[in-house]
């Protein structure tokens, strides 16, 4: 057994007094060959205990791909992405031995026009009539099936986070990644809320009616009419805004279109060893913090090798926007050469926060508490 999993094993032993399924829960060697740092088993200790008292939220996620269940002609690119799935109760599993308390567990809107343009995702066709909302019926559907089947609650209201984890239950935040199901027909966001959907990403790799994605090619027009309108909606109803995957001008529209935080969910900013078209500009991301808003921190393999490159990457996002607007965003199960590859790597994650400084109170924040005050302010503004 080499050095890094006795320590690791160490540390685990030291948990014993934690919730059953944190404590006994095992790091599997493959996931500490690409680590990139030796876990110090004092500060494991204390990541296990801190997670097992507050809610770890991940703001865009896919577990279990479920959003893949009983999709039929996807081109070879979109079919790899669901490849092996699904598996919600290995994603379950996993949440509870990791000490995830809630995630985003979302559809996928454009999935049936998906195809590779060279190494990236693209749309290449437009949706056939009423494609894009009978996509979005089946994945709902069986979200709310097959996730809650697999031991999850639905998650309705910012303090339903607190509630299941004061139970020992996993929160399914249901979100959708593109807003292409509404197709031009405002009445949809009030189905979607009736549905248990409580966060949208606008766009994803397909430009819709509201505006382009920011791996399109060619300059963006910014958030259309129909664009504000759905956004002024989505706060009238107490819907997250996820700005992920939007082009920067559309992501202005939406700040200048609500007075309502917003989060982006799973991205990095340019400038810090590698520039990607899914990253954002560092001006950006402080217009987002500025506006009250979270940005995730994604694990994606784009300049990034190692878990510690990871942890390195929410120090960097920290010192632009600083720790109050820093959140835990993996596009689990669905993202790119991931670096981090299982939420069982997450008491990893903490306790080299931990062990370099970042300091307990913006852990938590990092963790649940910035995305709930977003979520939480939303809601409050709500027109009932």
């Not at 999993?5 to 060959?33: F, K, Q, V, W, Y």
């Not at 009978?134 to 303090?159: C, D, E, M």
């Not at 299941?164 to 593109?178: H, Q, S």
């Not at 979607?192 to 766009?203: E, P, Q």
């Amino acid at each position: 057994m080499a050095m890094t999993d006795r320590r690791t094993l160490m540390a685990l032993a030291a948990t014993a007094l934690l919730p059953a399924g944190l404590a006994r829960a095992a790091i599997n060697p493959s996931e500490t060959d690409n680590l990139g740092f030796t876990p110090d088993e004092p500060f494991l200790a204390q990541a296990r205990r801190l997670l097992a008292k507050v809610p770890a939220i991940d703001l865009h996620a896919h577990p279990g791909r479920t959003f893949g269940r009983g999709a039929v002609g996807l081109s070879a690119a979109a079919a790899s992405i669901i490849a092996g799935g699904p598996f919600e109760d290995r994603a379950i599993a996993d949440m509870r031995a990791g000490g995830i308390s809630g995630a985003s567990f979302a559809a996928v809107a454009d999935l049936q026009i998906l195809d590779a343009r060279g190494t990236a995702l693209a749309a290449p066709r437009e949706f056939a009539p009423g494609e894009a909302r009978a996509t979005y019926g089946r994945q709902i559907a069986n979200l709310k099936t097959y996730v809650v089947a697999a031991g999850a609650q639905l998650v309705r209201q910012p303090s339903d986070f607190t509630t299941f984890k004061r139970r020992g239950e996993i929160g399914a935040l249901l979100a959708v990644e593109g807003a292409d199901f509404l197709a031009g027909d405002l009445s949809g966001l009030r189905a979607a809320f009736d549905d248990s959907v409580r966060s949208i990403t606008l766009v994803h790799y397909h430009s819709n009616e509201l505006g382009e994605t920011q791996t399109a090619p060619g300059p963006s027009q910014g958030l259309t009419g129909f664009g504000r309108d759905v956004v002024t909606e989505m706060g009238r109803l107490g819907m997250i805004v996820d700005v992920a995957h939007a082009a920067e001008p559309v992501v202005r529209g939406v700040l200048a279109a609500t007075d309502r935080p917003v989060m982006c969910s799973h991205t990095f900013i340019l400038g810090h060893g590698t520039n990607n078209a899914r990253f954002i500009s560092e001006a950006l991301a402080r217009e987002i913090a500025a506006h009250g808003g979270v940005i995730g921190v994604w694990p994606a393999g784009i300049g990034a090798t190692t878990l510690n490159d990871y942890v390195d990457r929410i120090f960097q996002l920290a010192d632009v926007v600083g720790p109050d607007h820093v959140a835990l965003g993996t596009d689990m199960d669905a993202n790119y050469r991931p670096v981090m590859t299982s939420y069982r790597q997450l008491p990893l994650v903490v306790s080299e926060l931990l062990r370099r400084g970042y300091g307990e109170g913006h852990v938590r924040a990092f963790l649940g508490g910035n995305f709930l005050r977003v979520f939480k302010t939303v809601w409050a503004g709500r027109i009932r």
